[in-house]
């Protein structure tokens, strides 16, 4: 927060600086969109852009890159300080609970539900439902986001290998008495693809995890275990449901079996690629990461792994994560007015929906985007190798029933950091498994 404030001081400099310079122009008909993107997204932005202020004369929209979430985070919140909102920004519900401190958010169901320039039923039921409630997990009952691109986590898995091995009905449960398990793999299937393929392959990592925040919270999820809450108490995951899962992964990281990005100090899709480790849990939105360069084998994709419940079936849960859209309060009605219809009829469009996740590799956030036929065309080009985008944004809409996000408040991101350093400390021996959960709860300032 020291570092946020020095920011917020510089910011305010910079704008009082701004405000003495007499050449500074008028910015009452232009709209802030504050995002991440690169080169690559703005061929799909910019004629989206060009759009907008064809149909609406006297009005632009600035666009601009400031670098990574994190920077859009830091730098709006800077400016909400200095009492410079930006207009739309690119957003992680955490980022919109630290931005409501200020009261600076716009609760969206204003203008959703305007009979005149809202969404219709039908409009709202085309919003793919696990990211559409993202916008209302801050226990208010107000709408802060609207889903812009999204993501979930797979297992990515070297299928020649596991083929040739003769472990791939092993890895996808597909002998599993109940038919809807089949295709799933489970913690108990991983355990023991990793147990065959160390016995087999003493050098090697059998599987890669590049996000241990994410690993903590998806199994904690699968097995309805206190995670964060919204109200009351925010920190519950100190108990013994996720201690059990901790240890689990700990048990596999000594024999071997397991690896994970901030061990390996870099993404585990690295030892992927190399066929030093044959399985790799990561996003849908960097599959083709998971590639390897000369096509030297197939790659698989498969839902995130589960736990099995006591009657043999599965919870089913994938975790949403990716941008949405934030809207900060205007003095002037007609500017938010303005920067609605951007982001509804420019920006949540199927056209632009299909466009943009062609572009990007992340996830359509509208169902109709599945029937446009420039998106059915790209996943008509899945496969396991160049298609491999594809592939992933396929794995991901089999997953749309089961998506889930974290509750939101000012303090979730801590959480965040906290569990994925707590798995981090009980890997490499810093903390013994008590004691790891007591620090990261400490850490949160609980």
């Not at 909102?85 to 690119?90: A, E, M, T």
């Not at 160390?198 to 994410?214: A, C, F, V």
């Not at 870099?266 to 960097?286: K, L």
Request: glycine letters at 6%; aromatic letters at 12%.
């Amino acid at each position: 927060m020291k570092k946020l404030l020095i920011f917020a001081l510089g910011a305010v400099s910079a704008i009082s600086l701004a405000s003495c310079d007499n050449g500074s122009k008028d910015t009452s008909h232009t709209i802030q969109f504050w995002n991440t993107m690169g080169a690559n997204l703005r061929e799909v932005l910019d004629p989206a852009i060009e759009q907008f202020e064809t149909d609406n004369p006297g009005w632009t929209v600035e666009a601009t890159q400031i670098g990574s979430y994190d920077d859009v985070r830091n730098q709006t919140i800077s400016y909400i300080a200095a009492g410079s909102n930006p207009d739309l920004v690119y957003c992680y519900p955490d980022h919109v609970a630290m931005y409501n401190k200020a009261s600076a958010v716009v609760d969206l169901n204003q203008y959703i539900n305007d009979p005149e320039i809202g969404y219709t039923q039908e409009q709202v039921d085309d919003f793919i439902d696990g990211y559409y409630a993202e916008g209302s997990v801050y226990g208010d009952g107000a709408m802060y986001t609207l889903p812009f691109s999204k993501s979930t986590e797979v297992l990515y898995y070297n299928k020649t290998f596991m083929d040739d091995q003769g472990l791939t009905d092993i890895l996808l449960n597909n002998e599993d008495p109940i038919e809807a398990n089949r295709g799933v793999p489970t913690w108990n299937s991983i355990e023991q693809v990793c147990q065959v393929i160390k016995l087999r392959y003493p050098n090697s990592t059998p599987l890669g995890i590049d996000s241990e925040d994410n690993f903590f919270i998806s199994t904690a999820e699968e097995k309805e275990a206190p995670y964060t809450s919204a109200t009351g108490e925010h920190y519950l995951f100190n108990n013994e449901q996720n201690k059990e899962t901790v240890r689990m992964l700990k048990d596999w990281y000594d024999k071997g079996y397991v690896t994970t990005q901030t061990i390996l100090t870099t993404y585990t899709s690295s030892i992927f690629v190399s066929q030093t480790s044959y399985m790799s849990i990561g996003s849908t939105g960097g599959a083709t990461h998971q590639k390897p360069q000369n096509g030297e084998f197939e790659v698989g994709i498969a839902p995130y792994p589960q736990f099995v419940n006591e009657d043999g079936t599965f919870t089913k849960k994938a975790i949403s994560q990716g941008p949405s859209l934030c809207m900060l309060k205007q003095n002037s009605e007609e500017k938010m007015q303005m920067t609605w219809k951007f982001m509804k009829e420019y920006l949540l469009t199927t056209e632009f929906q299909a466009q943009f996740s062609i572009a990007s590799g992340y996830n359509p956030v509208l169902e109709s985007v599945y029937d446009n036929p420039v998106y059915q065309d790209f996943l008509n080009g899945a496969d396991g190798y160049d298609g491999i985008a594809a592939s992933a944004a396929k794995a991901s809409s089999a997953m749309e029933a089961y998506y889930f996000v974290s509750p939101a408040f000012e303090g979730s991101s801590s959480a965040r950091d906290a569990v994925g350093q707590l798995v981090v400390n009980v890997l490499n021996d810093t903390y013994e498994i008590d004691e790891a959960f007591n620090f990261a709860i400490r850490s949160c300032g609980a």
